[in-house]
C-alpha cells in the first residue's frame, strides 16, 4: 500500500504565497508521474500541475506563472509553490501519483484565499 499525505495548506489573503507538500509512504517500488489537483466549491476537480519522475511539468492555463511544481525523487515528496494566490484558488487541492500501474490519491489540504 501507498499512502500520500499532504501539508502545507492553510489560509492565506490574496496575493501571498503557500508552499504545499505531499509525501509517499508505503510500499513503492517506483515512484512515477505525479500530481496536483483541486476542487473549489461547487465545482469539478481539476489538475493543477503534474510532474514527470525526470521532472517535466505541466500546469493549468491558470497555474501558469503563478505555481511551480518540484520533486524530491530521494524523498518521495512533491511540492507546489503558490505565489500571487486569489479568491478563485481556494480549493481542496490534493496529490496523485503513479505507483507501478497503480494510481494513488491523498486526503487533500484546504487553501482558502481571503480577497
Known amino acids: 500500500q501507498v499512502q500520500l499525505v499532504e501539508s502545507g495548506g492553510g489560509l492565506v489573503q490574496a496575493g501571498g504565497s503557500l508552499r504545499l507538500s505531499c509525501a509517499a509512504s508505503?510500499?513503492?517500488?517506483?515512484?512515477?508521474?505525479m500530481a496536483w489537483y483541486r476542487q473549489g466549491p461547487g465545482k469539478q476537480r481539476e489538475l493543477v500541475a503534474a510532474?514527470?519522475?525526470?521532472?517535466?511539468?505541466n500546469y493549468a492555463d491558470s497555474a501558469k506563472g503563478r505555481f511551480t511544481i518540484s520533486r524530491d525523487n530521494a524523498k518521495n515528496t512533491v511540492y507546489l509553490q503558490m505565489n500571487s494566490l486569489k479568491p478563485e484558488d481556494t480549493a481542496v487541492y490534493s496529490c496523485?501519483?503513479?505507483?507501478?500501474?497503480?494510481?494513488?490519491w491523498g486526503q487533500g489540504t484546504q487553501v482558502t484565499v481571503s480577497s
Open positions: 508505503g510500499i513503492i517500488f517506483r515512484l512515477n508521474a
Open positions: 496523485n501519483a503513479e505507483v507501478g500501474i497503480k494510481v494513488y
Open positions: 510532474i514527470t519522475r525526470g521532472g517535466n511539468t
